[in-house]
């Protein structure tokens, strides 16, 4: 099947305006009237249920943690952009636009990305509303910092904690919509799945984590904010409690997931210290504004103090390769070429995985104290983790799954092929293509929700009669019984093996074979191991307890359980785009270590249709069409 | 770095099966802990053990493990978060602690925050404390330019300091009395600083105070135990301009 | 919530009925130091001159310091009972950083020094704990007139090992009491920062420290025969 967008036409700066006013409106005497399911309660969930409860509809918000506020988006350190162009140094929404494209080696949408360029500039003056404390400088005025390979200061930041401020900005709105009664908050729930009458999303089925009963909650509209997948590493940055779980039973509900090979590693993370590990610590990208990566050049070095190692016999392999992006090349350009270094057996630390990053030279010219004020609380953080001192010697850094652009399939609208079914921020697929640039996964989930959900959705409600299926439907009673099902057969397995060490062996499946660096010969053992592993996994896992209790252990079981299912379609789309293009790199496809893309064949996105576990799932393609930025090969030489 | 050395532990955990559960300590060994063990990390290898002895796991709170989602929450040997300066559990490292140490886990322990399960408490009174007043009551959309008012950096920085707080609740299982003063008064000061929480100022400190006395904590004697046990710093200088905000707020 | 039942505003109650007891304690260790002899007439001159007030002065200093002091214990005792209960279970190592003993035991000290109150008032104030030397019954001349024995009442008193014994001790309970009291008061009413707040803690203790080397001086000189009637 094509795949039809539904993006507006005419010229890209009208897209937004011209689409919002072609937006059916609901009557707001009749909003009240209209059940909201929000799952998720990060930038763009907590965004969306605030805004959503504000216009009037009655919503009904979920989150797997204790607290609202403690959605992953809270981890962000860099910033946010936006293309205010306070500097005065050139930008616009246009280049921000560009840059996006560029940056996402043109697998996004155009008008997605010039939507999200445009409400760029909402979103800072609605969290400095908020009392979001962004840096200012002694005038007052809104500090600016250049992030991640862009060329203009367009990123805004709050210390070190930008996602923290902002996460907590979206939650002290949500929570004065929740003293107002339009939101109702449902805290240590768990999506499990996803209710769909007649081919419309009616409702969610949820367990709560406390007392371990099934409830259902029927709405006019579910939207998923639930995040993106790359724990299907076991080891990375995200949250031990992020899963693809709400958006894999969507998907195995009909809903399309789309390019799930995109999955970003970033470059400077902390690297692994032991197998016991249970994940990994990002640092700061703008810690590669004033570091430099080098690995020593002789391998004879390599058990040297780096201190030790004189300048000359010192590899800066990015400042070699990139001379003109240097230490500040993107993110997948960045995590290779630390790969490539390491391959080479240059690599530093346990297991010869790490390369350094040096502020030695930022030191020597700027002072101790401004790096201090600068990465003060990342050098910290650098401490409590290795016991090493940055300021003295350098840090080591390696890359580790940090994000995933590809996520469910989404229209303009944000509406899946479910209708009905809305997905919000990192869980759609939608703008970052098969890369992202730093500090713009934050603008992405607030822009999803505070200036486009609202718009959006109000369009699909105005089509459709309020409270038209209810709990006692059928449906819902299916569910929680398919639902109670898996987690009695989880519970009944009594095996040998705890879930903990099946993740550990799909995580290293799928970092070794589908991780910084792809080829057929890899993904076909991944596509083999994988579902034995699932087989293995339903036959031999330990759980204990039971399931009318609070048990982390059958909460993890279930999530891995929904992991070793994606982990293959994650591999298939991987083996199925013959083409390097940004996070996905197919090493058939490169040019001397540059990513090749094929845009004969592949400039579309890949959305895959669930046809059943173990099952060949079916690919739709949505081609792409660039009228605005004319493809062309990404060079940051 | 690449010592092998490695150490055991005698943990003295406190279980409880429920809220109902009148609960008791128990005693584990961890065994093969190295010091790049974080202490969550040190949990997560005495529970795959007991896993595999059929038993039930220790059960705690945690999520990002990388000391800003405020999630987890553990009092070690009486200190919230073990007593490092400035340091959450799950960034608490085991090399803070010798072979054959003997280590007490307990869960946060305040009127307000009621024992969900071993070292989980519920700690949703402090979410009632934001609703009661915690933001500035702004529209999505419709708002000023970011530039549109000055903020002297001075200020922006000094309410940042008060927004570092990640809500985990140690300023409460701290303080003796059990009090929520240094987390209101956090969220209090930092939109009192600013120009744009200033119009609120007011019913915001009577209501937020007043939600934190109707949730059961108690008040504060000023022992600054808060501050001690704050993973972020947060000083109890903010509890002092919550109070003078509160004065203020009887002649407004 | 009324200001009377608010969390803030019982302390600061609190705090500002405490730190007027702090100001009278200042002044009625300057009024008492006339012992020494830096007034002319001494103690009995000192006291001579309070009695000739008018009585409405007098009397209705009395009754706002009775005031001060019946909200200071009402509130002390509600909040203390409020905040036992603040943490239902102790924990099994109690390692405390910041707290300090004092801090800890305000409501014992409080309780001592309310005690001590009532004995002191008996004491020199009623005069009927050793009625023999009450003072109002011992006239002594003093310029032209027949004044009240204060001096007298006072070091027979304090020939007394247990008498001394009970106030020195009670000045114990008043340093610790106020060594954290008079920083917290700052504190409550918002009169402090990171950077004064360590200082007025130190200011605290050193004002707590010269009130209880003040009130302590005068049983312990008269006690040792230094300071003779």
């Known amino acids: ?637 | 770095m690449s010592d092998h050395k490695t150490m055991t532990l005698t943990l003295i955990v406190w279980r409880q099966k429920n809220a109902n559960d009148p609960g008791k300590f128990e005693t584990y060994t961890a065994k093969n802990i190295t010091e790049h063990h974080s202490f969550l990390e040190m949990l997560d290898c005495v529970n795959e053990d007991l896993i595999h002895a059929g038993k039930d796991p220790i059960v705690f709170d945690h999520d990002c493990r990388e000391g800003i989602c405020g999630m987890c929450s553990q009092v070690i040997n009486g200190a919230p978060h073990g007593g490092q300066d400035r340091t959450t559990v799950c960034q608490l490292h085991m090399r803070k602690f010798k072979d054959g140490d003997t280590i007490y886990i307990e869960p946060w322990r305040a009127r307000a925050f009621p024992i969900v399960r071993d070292l989980i408490v519920d700690r949703s009174a402090l979410d009632k404390i934001t609703q009661a007043g915690g933001y500035t009551s702004c529209h999505t959309g419709g708002v000023a330019d970011g530039n549109a008012i000055l903020i002297p950096k001075t200020i922006a920085d000094e309410a940042m300091d008060a927004a570092e707080c990640v809500g985990c609740g140690a300023c409460v299982a701290g303080c003796p009395n059990g009090a929520a003063m240094l987390y209101t008064g956090a969220k209090v000061s930092q939109l009192a600083l600013l120009p744009q929480g200033k119009a609120e100022a007011a019913q915001r400190v009577k209501n937020m105070t007043d939600a934190m006395t109707e949730c059961g904590f108690g008040n504060c004697t000023n022992h600054y135990e808060c501050m001690a046990a704050c993973p972020k710093g947060i000083n109890v200088k903010f509890i002092a301009r919550m109070n003078r905000e509160f004065i203020k707020a009887q002649f407004a | 919530m009324q200001f009377t039942s608010s969390s803030i505003g019982r302390k600061i109650l609190m705090a500002i009925t405490g730190q007027a007891m702090v100001l009278f304690a200042v002044v009625h260790l300057l009024g008492n130091s006339s012992i020494f002899g830096w007034l002319n007439g001494g103690i009995n001159a000192y006291a001579e001159h309070l009695h000739s007030m008018p009585l409405p002065i007098i009397l209705g200093f009395r009754l706002a310091l009775l005031a001060i002091v019946c909200v200071h214990i009402w509130f002390g005792i509600q909040l203390t009972l409020e905040n036992r209960g603040g943490r239902p279970r102790q924990y099994a190592v109690k390692s405390t950083q910041k707290a300090t003993f004092a801090s800890e035991n305000m409501i014992w000290t409080g309780v001592l020094i309310g005690l001590f109150l009532l004995y002191h008032l008996a004491h020199f104030t009623f005069q009927i704990i050793s009625p023999e030397t009450a003072a109002l019954k011992n006239l002594v001349p003093l310029h032209s007139d027949l004044v009240p024995n204060v001096l007298g009442m006072v070091v027979a008193g304090f020939k007394n090992f247990f008498v001394s014994f009970i106030y020195a001790g009670a000045m114990v309970a008043l340093f610790l009491h106020l060594s954290h009291g008079i920083q917290s008061f700052f504190q409550t009413i918002g009169w402090s920062n990171d950077r004064s707040q360590p200082l007025l803690v130190k200011f605290g203790t050193l004002v707590a420290l010269a009130l209880f080397l003040g009130y302590v001086t005068i049983p312990l000189t008269i006690f040792a025969g230094i300071l003779k009637g």
């Not at chain 1, 305006?17 to 929000?38: E, G, M, T």
């Not at chain 1, 300021?391 to 609208?413: C, E, F, I, T």
């Not at chain 1, 309020?466 to 898996?486: H, L, R, T, Y």
């Not at chain 1, 059958?554 to 083996?575: H, K, V």
Request: glycine share 10%; aromatic share 10%.
């Open chain 1, 1 to 637: 099947m094509i795949l039809d967008g539904k993006c507006p036409t005419g010229p890209i700066e009208q897209t937004w305006d011209k689409h919002r006013f072609d937006l059916k409106l609901v009557n707001p005497a009749n909003k009240r009237k209209y059940n909201v399911i929000v799952v998720g309660t990060g930038l763009a969930g907590g965004a969306a249920a605030a805004s959503l409860g504000e216009l009037g509809y009655n919503v009904q918000a979920f989150c797997y943690q204790d607290s609202p506020r403690r959605a992953h988006s809270i981890a962000a350190q860099g910033g946010i952009n936006a293309a205010k162009n306070y500097p005065n140094d050139g930008d616009s929404i246009y280049r921000l636009f560009y840059d996006t494209i560029k940056g996402g080696d043109f697998r996004a949408r155009e008008a997605d990305v010039w939507r999200l360029a445009q409400v760029s500039n909402n979103i800072i003056d609605q969290c400095v509303a908020q009392g979001v404390p962004f840096a200012r400088d002694y005038a007052g005025y809104l500090d600016n910092r250049s992030f991640g390979g862009a060329q203009v200061s367009r990123t805004f930041f709050a210390r070190g904690q930008t996602g923290q401020q902002l996460l907590l900005g979206a939650y002290s709105a949500l929570s004065r919509q929740i003293k107002a009664g339009t939101v109702k908050m449902y805290d240590r729930r768990e999506m499990l799945d996803l209710v769909v009458v007649d081919g419309v999303a009616r409702g969610i089925t949820v367990r709560n984590l406390v007392t371990g009963e099934m409830e259902s909650y029927a709405a006019d509209a579910v939207c998923l904010a639930t995040g993106g997948y790359v724990n299907v590493f076991y080891l990375s940055t995200n949250a031990m409690g992020c899963s693809v779980t709400a958006n894999w039973k969507a998907h195995k509900k009909g809903a399309f997931f789309a390019n799930p090979c995109y999955t970003q590693i970033h470059p400077t993370c902390i690297p692994q210290a032991g197998d016991y590990q249970s994940k990994l610590t990002l640092m700061s990208e703008s810690l590669r504004n004033d570091g430099r990566c080098w690995v020593p050049k002789n391998k004879a070095d390599l058990g040297k103090h780096p201190n030790d190692i004189p300048e000359a016999d010192r590899d800066y392999y990015l400042e070699r390769k990139y001379p003109s992006f240097g230490n500040l090349a993107p993110r997948d350009i960045a995590s290779r070429a630390a790969k490539e270094q390491c391959d080479d057996g240059r690599g530093v630390g346990p297991g010869g995985r790490g390369v350094y990053l040096d502020f030695s030279s930022a030191i020597k010219r700027v002072g101790a104290d401004t790096i201090k004020e600068r990465y003060g609380n990342l050098f910290e953080m650098y401490e409590k983790i290795t016991d090493e001192d940055a300021y003295k010697r350098p840090m080591r850094m390696y890359p580790a799954p940090h994000y995933s652009m590809g996520g469910l399939w989404v229209d303009y609208n944000l509406m899946s092929n479910i209708p009905g079914l809305f997905v919000l921020g990192e869980a759609n697929f939608s703008v970052h293509g098969a890369n992202r640039l730093g500090a713009s996964a934050l603008m992405q989930g607030l822009a999803d929700g505070y200036f486009v959900i609202p718009y959006t959705i109000g369009g699909y409600l105005a089509t459709v009669k309020p409270g038209q299926v209810g709990v006692d439907n059928g449906e819902f009673k299916k569910s929680i019984e398919d639902v109670k099902a898996e987690q009695d057969k989880l519970l009944g397995i009594n095996g040998k093996k705890t879930v903990f060490e099946f993740m550990r062996e799909l995580g290293g499946l799928m970092w070794e074979n589908c991780g910084m660096a792809r080829s057929k010969e890899s993904l076909e053992v991944n596509l083999k191991k994988i579902p034995a592993l699932r087989e293995e996994f339903w036959k031999n896992v330990k759980v204990t307890g039971s399931g009318a209790e609070l048990n982390q252990q059958l909460e993890n079981a279930g999530r891995t359980a929904d992991f070793l299912e994606f982990g293959e379609l994650l591999c298939r789309d991987a083996y199925h785009r013959n083409e390097s293009c940004g996070g996905h790199f197919r090493v058939e496809y490169q040019d001397e270590g540059e990513a090749q893309r094929d845009d004969v064949n592949y400039c579309y996105v890949g959305a895959w249709e669930y046809k059943g576990v173990g099952k060949e799932p079916e690919l739709h393609k949505e081609p792409l069409k660039f009228d605005n930025v004319h493809l062309a090969v990404r060079s940051y030489k």
